[in-house]
């Protein structure tokens, strides 16, 4: 296992720069995910780490190593990539004993070690077997353990659930989180989708544009995103927002709407000037209907019933909300509701910069 320590890592093609001076530290045993939009450079910085990109500038250790200027093989690391990497004509046994059989490693070595490996993924009955006649998971599994039986410091996972349906899917972010709490390696895990990130992480790393947008516990980021970014990102479906202008009164703070409404922000603590554009957000979940008094009004335009949650949307002061609502609704579309947005779960933004505000 391996303590992984990145300051200042950049990576540049020609005259483009796709990662921009990245700072980040992680934990020996500690389970990592870069979680972004496609695009944002998560990939690349995982494959810097794994020693098939090369690192324009920066430093990486791994373990207390300098890594820079180590091969793919000297960096004792493990890869598991989206596509499985799987040898068709060789059975499930040989595709994990490939690595140590390159490695020159007698089978006495690495024998147990693939019997164990098989019974922790529950592949035991499958060794025999060619990759074709294997379901996507299984062969997910193949992969994972080619990963184990090398026996890494360092577990990188690139995206490896893309390719599998839905339930497969939650089954194998299971079983990924429970080898990792198994073997206890250091691991970083990359991927687009934020449910993935915020079920399996200890910390995500948010990132945008080559960037580092914010990093903290899943439930860190999901309460309290440090901007508009990460609050938009992180949550299905996603935070509702709309902008306005604050508008301070004697005794009250309000929002004031382009479509000429208000909301009512009552526990806000603002130095935001009188007049300044802030955006509010809240969570679909949060939304509580109908509202006693103080409601903001929203005309139902689409209900999605999911049998657990029925989501309505509609619009407020021009954008498109979502509310969830725990309990079946006998709402149609076309109707008005109202909408009491509890101020304890009220983010508000400087509309500008997207920083978080109070």
Known sequence: MAAVQMSGIFKRYGDTQVVHGIDLHIDDGEFVVLVGPSGCGKSTLMRMVAGLEEITGGELTIGGKRANGLSPQQRNVSMVFQSYALYPHLSVYENIAFGP?????????????????????????????????????????????????????LFLFDEPLSNLDAKLRVQMRTEIKALHQRLKNTVIYVTHDQIEAMTMADRIVVMNAGRIEQIGRPLELYDRPANLFVASFLGSPSMNFVEGELQRGEQAIALKLADGGEIALPHADLSAAHGAKITLGIRPEHIETPAAHNGVAMEVEVIEPTGAETHLYGKIGGSTWCATLRKRTAVEPGQRVALRLPGEHIHLFDTESGRRLG
């Open 101 to 153: 059989r390159i490695r020159k490693e007698p089978s006495t070595s690495f024998k147990p070690r693939i019997e164990a490996a098989a019974r922790m993924l529950n592949l035991t009955g499958y060794l025999d077997r060619l990759p074709r006649a294997l379901s996507g998971g299984q062969r997910q599994r193949v992969a994972m353990g080619r990963a184990v039986v090398r026996e890494p410091e």
